[in-house]
RNA sequence: GGAGCAGUGGCUGAGCGGCUGAAAGCGACGGUCUUGAAAACCGUUGUGCCUACGGGCACCGGGGGUUCGAAUCCCUCCUGCUCCGCCA
């Protein structure tokens, strides 16, 4: 959420915002209702003020008195129903038009009307050559009976799968390796809930938006679709200590999402699921620009250093304005490089919020030097996903026979095994 | 599911119709002392909004009501705790 006082100032920079982001907001609707609102509500503080005092003037006085004073309260309560009402109408409008405007994007954010745009700012790693037909992950997984996507889908539907026997224990290994690679860095492992109340999910931006790209209970709650949700959420409405941020966490947990609207889209193996396991680190800190970018470098290193670990290459692409999401400054993707889709799939996300995100969680901490409560800055990277990692790592560790080397960094995870063979 | 109890400032916790925006303790911050630190002592310290910068208003889980006046009384919802039952 942005700050009002902002946009009352400078609401062509929210409506270019807007405009870059592709996101459609009626700023100019928002300030006039913002105008009516502050108007009501000066005219109801002006009328309290007023049945304050006479009130409290109420039992020093004469009877005679008394009766004229009870009476002219009772017309000020009359008055006060009144604006009461307007801003009883006008809040809530204002409330659900402010969670609509999005925060511009940082300077060197590039302009860009969808991912095609997105520019790529490094490329790290050999791209492994061949010297026979490389198979692709489903059917190197279907051979070596480590994933069963046909049954998956019998039970639970498109897009659901099952990992098992060695597949299993490399997704286990992977998931471990991460969360260790980042328990070693100083991060605190959480495992998080996943059913989210709406106002978790809103917290974090995610609604109003996207509701359809979310699974949602019976009970009004919502499977997140990141453990970025509930980490995030964790100090909600509370103040923490300037002295004991920055605050990093790593979680693992399952991810829910419906990928409403990618019908037809990624519909061959493990590339979009409805359900992953996943890595994800996030940071809290002061209200720093410097520090937030210090620190949104930071979770990039960390899972440049997780893919470098494996031996994979990949690429980190500037994601242009028209990919970022309503509440991000910036965001820097990583992407893996995928035989099979002779390209570099997206792996990671890393994204930078500032305070949108702190506002909307009413997420602060007390500044020592002002004494004022601050609103934290809040970031987030994927350390790693999976199964959509087991695609790089099952077609780039191949081998003639089909099966599948494990990377050294994983065996320990996996009882010192080498490599995934057929049995 | 049944019965009971409770939700107050960063935290713990008093208050139970006007004298309370709220005691006390802890924490935090500033100071004295110290080579430095700790301890001790002194002082400051809720949040948000509006402001003609003099102040003003709201907030004691949420919403509603009673009253001239409510943190304090009533209704309702939410949350937590305890006991019983049920399940594992």
């Known amino acids: 959420m942005i700050d009002i006082k902002e946009i009352r100032e400078n609401p062509e920079r929210f409506k270019k915002a807007a405009a870059d982001k592709h996101f459609n907001v009626d700023i100019d609707k928002l300030i006039e209702i913002d105008s009516k609102l502050k108007d009501a509500k000066q005219k109801l503080q002006d009328i309290l003020t007023e049945k304050n005092k006479v009130g409290k003037e109420i039992p020093k006085l004469p009877d005679a008195e008394k009766q004229k004073a009870i009476e002219t309260l009772a017309q000020l309560k009359q008055q006060e129903q009144d604006y009461n009402e307007t801003t009883k109408n006008l809040q809530p409008q204002f409330d659900a038009l402010m ?20 520019v790529e700012i490094k490329k790290v790693g050999e791209i492994r050559k061949f010297d026979f037909e490389p198979q692709d992950h489903v059917r190197l997984g279907l051979a070596l009976d480590i994933m069963d996507i046909e049954r998956g889908v019998k039970l639970a539907g498109a897009r659901n799968y099952f990992l098992k026997g060695d597949g299993a224990m490399l997704h286990w290994a992977v998931l471990r390796f991460a969360v260790d690679f980042m328990v070693a ?102 209200n720093d620009i410097e520090e937030s970018k210090k620190l949104h470098a930071e979770i990039l290193a960390n899972s440049e250093g997780v893919l470098q670990a494996l031996e994979l ?111």
């Open 313 to 423: 290459p990949y690429r980190v692409v500037n994601v242009c304005t028209g990919d970022l999401g309503r509440g991000q400054v910036q965001k820097f993707d990583i992407e893996t490089w995928m035989p099979s889709r002779k390209n570099y799939g997206e792996t990671h996300s890393a994204s930078r919020f500032y305070e949108f995100q702190a506002r909307r969680l009413n997420l602060r901490y007390k500044d020592p030097k002002t004494k004022k409560n601050l609103f934290c800055h809040t970031m987030n990277n994927t350390v790693i996903a999976s199964p959509r990692i087991l695609i790089p790592i099952l077609e780039l560790y191949q081998t003639k026979d089909g099966s599948i080397t494990i990377p050294k960094v994983l065996r320990p995870y996996m009882n010192g095994k080498e490599k995934i063979a057929r049995s």
């Open 185 to 286: 860095k100083g991060y605190t492992p959480m495992s998080p809930p996943m059913l989210m109340k709406y106002e978790t999910m809103t917290g974090t931006g995610y609604y109003p938006g996207s509701e359809e790209q979310t699974y949602r209970t019976l009970d009004e709650l919502s499977l997140a679709g990141t453990a970025e949700v509930p980490v995030t959420a964790y100090y909600k409405d509370e103040i923490l200590l300037a002295g004991d941020l920055p605050k990093k966490f790593v979680a693992l947990s399952t991810c829910f999402r419906r990928e409403a609207g990618a019908a037809g889209k990624d519909t061959y193996g493990l590339y979009r699921i409805h359900q992953f396991d996943k890595v994800e680190q996030v940071i809290i800190c002061k």
């Open 99 to 118: 969670l609509e405007v999005p925060q511009p994007a940082d300077d060197d954010v590039p302009l860009g009307k969808d991912d095609t745009e997105n």
